[in-house]
Every structure is written in structure tokens, then in C-alpha cells.
Nanobody, 115 residues
Framework: QVRLVESGGGLVQAGDSLTLSCVAS????????MGWYRQAPGKEREFVAV???????NYADSVKGRFTISRDNAKNTAYLQMNSLKPEDTAVYYC?????????WGQGTQVTVSS
């Protein structure tokens, strides 16, 4: 069984930085995309960033220039470096990955940015 576990969330002030991690474990034969989504209170879950197995990245317009997604394929881990955080970045951040041709989600990690 495949499992994704996020970590690194917390309470920070506007302008601060935070790095999230997502570790995939279990019976893994191949990992394609690894990405991040977020869901703010009362809003739908939205795309944040993704990095494919070939290295191509894509970002939501709202985070371009502030967030950076990276991967350590040897560790089956994805990271989301978040700089210049804003109160509107407050949300539960979820890791999503295409593993063994299936889509998996982590349990989420809370990021709260105070003004």
C-alpha cells in the first residue's frame, strides 16, 4: 500500500518562509508527478505546484516567484519551499502524487500566515 505523509506546516508571520515535505512510502514501482494542492476554509481545493518525473514544473499564478517545488527521487520526497508568505496562503496543504499509475493524497498539513 502506498502512503503519502506531509510535514513542515506551522504558524508564521507574513513575509516569512516555510518548507513543506512529502514522503511517499510503500510498494512503489514508479512515481510520475508529485505536486501540492491547498484548501482554505470555505474554499475548494486548488492546485499549487507540480513537478513531473522529467523535471518539468508548473505553478499556480498566485504562487509563481514565491514558491518552489523540488524533488529528491532517491528519497521519494517532494518539497515545497514557500517564501514571502501572505495571509492568503493560509490553508491546509496536501501532497498529491501519481504512483504506480494511481493517484494518492496525503492527510494534509496546516499552514497559517498571520498578518
Amino acid at each position: 500500500q502506498v502512503r503519502l505523509v506531509e510535514s513542515g506546516g506551522g504558524l508564521v508571520q507574513a513575509g516569512d518562509s516555510l518548507t513543506l515535505s512529502c514522503v511517499a512510502s510503500g510498494s512503489i514501482f514508479s512515481i510520475n508527478n508529485m505536486g501540492w494542492y491547498r484548501q482554505a476554509p470555505g474554499k475548494e481545493r486548488e492546485f499549487v505546484a507540480v513537478k513531473g518525473s522529467g523535471g518539468r514544473t508548473n505553478y499556480a499564478d498566485s504562487v509563481k516567484g514565491r514558491f518552489t517545488i523540488s524533488r529528491d527521487n532517491a528519497k521519494n520526497t517532494a518539497y515545497l519551499q514557500m517564501n514571502s508568505l501572505k495571509p492568503e496562503d493560509t490553508a491546509v496543504y496536501y501532497c498529491n502524487s501519481l504512483i504506480n499509475s494511481g493517484s494518492y493524497w496525503g492527510q494534509g498539513t496546516q499552514v497559517t500566515v498571520s498578518s
